[in-house]
């Protein structure tokens, strides 16, 4: 149900049977190592591409939450998925693995809440009962498609991101159908709009998503009347440290009760002050291993109840780079609650 | 409502307020001419790359969409878009144009189907009363991104597809809402699986297409226990003089009551015989403009009263071709019907 100009409130508050976090091993030596389900030893995944590594990263998610669901993959009415490569090739190849109805997203690094917006949508319009969604990234494939191939040891300035080695995956199911309870329901969530403040730096993309990510918070708080204190954490996908001080900021002179405490990033809480990854984590993984591993699990042992995480993407390509075009920004944004304890 | 295992009926009807297909030179000297809105006189839309050509054509449809419906930009709800740009930089900078919320989606050709079923399913299930979808092509963008660049002027082999260059855009509304009335509704869709029979060949994607078409159409008629006696007319969106003949053999094989009258395809409906086109039209546009002009129109005159698209889309990237992987396909399916007259 629409509620305010973009917020979709759902009555049916549908279920979160599972989710499940695989990360590479520089992400399993970070702060948040033992929320996730599996950490990969080596960031090839057994594979002979970057590319094919990162498919494998998002059907290992895909299976994990699968069989924490207790379900077999037959079972999986749609499949939700979108990542960051050209033409979504992890999601695309995943889903001829897993041979269920498909529907490809995109929305860069905010894909991982676009899709988990649209499955809790789906279900909670009767639409289907059982829907997984999921994302991953890799460092090396991103770094290739947008950057440069890391092999080629680029310099970078202290703006720059480091893109999360990872896959996230959740299953939605409707009250009725939930075969396994995380205690975690769907409530809420909004759809952003495209923001663009004129930024073109591709190694400043935290600067560039801040607004949007300001965009859409404001819009949920206006469209449900709420503000931060209905919130336990808000918590955006991978603004970095760079991002996260202009939305703050911004936030403040919006007159906004943001605090440090409640106001979050998962690129930030992703590797902690690990000095290599400059500004802090990106990727469409980073807020969905974050989400589906250190978030839900906080929520599971009743560190939070009230969540949302503003996943924020920047909709760029390396072709609109070339031909100096700024960078389009957008947030999704979902509320996740528990009733459990 | 779910019916079957992928197929989503709407008892609500969704309305088709307005449709709109815009084209480039060369589809406007074809056989379908004079029902497109807009017929462009030069490949480059007044931009400096194919690129922002590409981005012009979606904009042109989705403000004629807008217009003839009778609306405001800001009366649209949300903006469903995607295209075959990596990282969908045509539907990513129209919404930044449009600055509606935005829902980026992707599934190739068949892009054109999965944002009208998804437009169909907000509209249905009341989390939207306003919704444009549009997509668009460019066959110098995409020459470049799939193949080279058309100025090389490589040769191609007769199962090539020509993609179209042009887009189309649709809003659909709730019937409470609909300010414009077509007489067209949408009553069904069917979301596809992945389907991949082992082909490698980006030169022939209407063969690697073919198999997804026909399972997407059986599972349409499965999960809702028709037949092609139920429908005016079936029309796939780019299989192409090759994939449609694959598509019609292998559902005669299959028992499917499947002729020639029943059966079309956009792809050879958009070029008729042009020898330059080789096997067809191909492209998200290919489906989109066909559909919204040419097939739309035709409903509007009585010509048909219920019709199928089947949009298909081959899921592959340059880097898939170039890592040897087989070209994995899906195909979405809308069913829209004619209450006018």
């Known amino acids: 149900m629409l509620q305010g100009h973009q917020t979709w409130i759902f009555p049916s508050q549908p279920v979160i049977a599972s989710a499940a976090s695989v990360v590479g091993p520089f992400e399993g030596k970070g702060p948040l190592a033992r929320d996730f389900d599996l950490i990969h030893g080596d960031t090839w995944i057994g ?115 480091w893109t999360v080695t990872g896959a996230g995956a959740a299953i939605i199911q409707s009250g009725q159908k939930a075969v396994s309870n995380t205690g975690l329901h769907i409530t809420s969530c909004t759809i952003g709009r495209v923001v663009d403040m004129g930024i073109t730096d591709p190694f400043n993309m935290g600067g560039a998503m801040a607004p949007a990510a300001v965009d859409t918070i404001e819009a949920h708080f206006r469209d449900l009347r709420v503000s931060f204190a209905d919130y336990d954490l808000i918590v955006t996908g991978d603004l970095g440290r760079v991002g996260y001080r202009i939305a703050y900021d911004l936030m403040k002179k919006h007159g906004l009760d943001v605090s440090e405490d409640k106001f979050q990033d998962c690129g930030i809480l992703m590797y902690g002050d690990h000095p290599e990854v400059l500004a802090g984590g990106s990727g469409a993984a980073c807020s969905a291993a974050v989400t589906y591993g250190h978030l839900f699990k906080g929520m599971m042992e009743g560190r939070w109840r009230k969540i949302m995480v503003a996943a924020t993407g920047a909709l760029l390509s390396p072709i609109t780079v070339q031909q100096k075009e700024s960078i389009p920004c957008i947030c999704h944004a979902v509320v996740i609650e528990s009733r459990g304890g």
């Not at 590594?53 to 998002?58: C, P």
């Not at 895909?62 to 069989?67: L, N, T």
């Open 47 to 161: 594979q002979d591409s970057w590319e094919k590594a990162e498919k494998r990263l998002l059907e290992d998610a895909c299976e994990k939450a699968i069989e924490k669901a207790g379900l077999e993959k037959e079972q999986i009415q749609f499949f939700i998925g979108g990542d960051l490569m050209s033409q979504l090739i992890s999601s695309n190849f995943a889903a001829r693995t897993l041979a269920v109805p498909f529907l490809g997203v995109f929305g860069a690094c905010s894909t991982s809440m676009e899709g988990l917006a649209l499955a809790a949508q789906l279900v909670d319009s009767g639409n289907a009962h059982t829907v997984l969604c999921g994302t991953s990234s890799h460092n090396s494939s991103a770094e290739k498609t947008f950057r440069y191939p890391t092999e080629y040891g680029g310099q970078k300035p202290p703006t720059a991101q």
